[in-house]
Structure formats: C-alpha cells, structure tokens
C-alpha cells in the first residue's frame, strides 16, 4: 500500500506564494494521472488541478493563471505552485495519484489570510 504525505502549507497573506509537493511511501510506477483536490470547511472535495502521464494539464476556472502543477519523479510524483493566493484558496489540499491503485494524502492545511 502506498501512502502520500503533503507538504509546504501554512499560513500565507493574501498575495503570496506556497509550494505543496506531495511525497510517496515508496515509488509509484504506471501512474496514470496526478491531481490536487481541496476542500473548505462546509463545502465538497473539489479538483484544483491535474497533469496526465503524457503531460496534459487541467485547472479549476478559479485557479488558472494562479497555480501550476508539474511532475516530479516516482518518489515525489507531483508539485502544486501557487501564486497570487486569495483567501478563498484557504482549504486542506490533498494530492492524489492514481495508477493500478488510487492514492490519497492526508492533507495539508492552506491559509491565506492578512
């Protein structure tokens, strides 16, 4: 069973930048497609962004032009740059791979906030 464990949040005024990597238990291999997903208190799990194995990329409306998320390697799969953070990105992030199994972080706390 693997497991992820992301990494970089905190508290960020409005503006700013964090980078949240996501780091596997051990290497993750056939991945099919990476993703990380946020949720607010009160209000459902959505997709922030995902990237194919082939490099296609896919973004939430709210976060295009603001965040880019980029491959790592089969130890650290998957990054999430984040720039100009408003206060509605405050939410636990959760990175996600999926390859012969679905895998999911706990999540890390994101807090953007003056």
């Known amino acids: 069973q693997v497991q992820l464990v992301e990494s970089g949040g905190g508290l960020v005024q409005p503006g700013g930048s964090l980078r949240l990597s996501c780091a596997a238990s051990r290497s993750i291999f056939s991945i099919y497609t990476m993703g990380w997903y946020r949720q607010a208190p009160g209000k459902q799990r959505e997709l922030v962004a995902s990237?194919?194995?082939?490099?296609?990329?896919n973004y939430a409306d709210s976060v295009k032009g603001r965040f880019t998320i980029s491959r790592g390697n089969a130890k650290n799969p998957v990054y999430l740059q984040m720039n100009s953070l408003k206060p509605e990105d405050t939410a636990v992030y959760y990175c996600n791979v999926r390859s012969v199994g679905d895998y999911w972080g706990q999540g890390t706390q994101v807090t953007v906030s003056s």
């Open positions: 990237i194919t194995s082939g490099g296609s990329t």
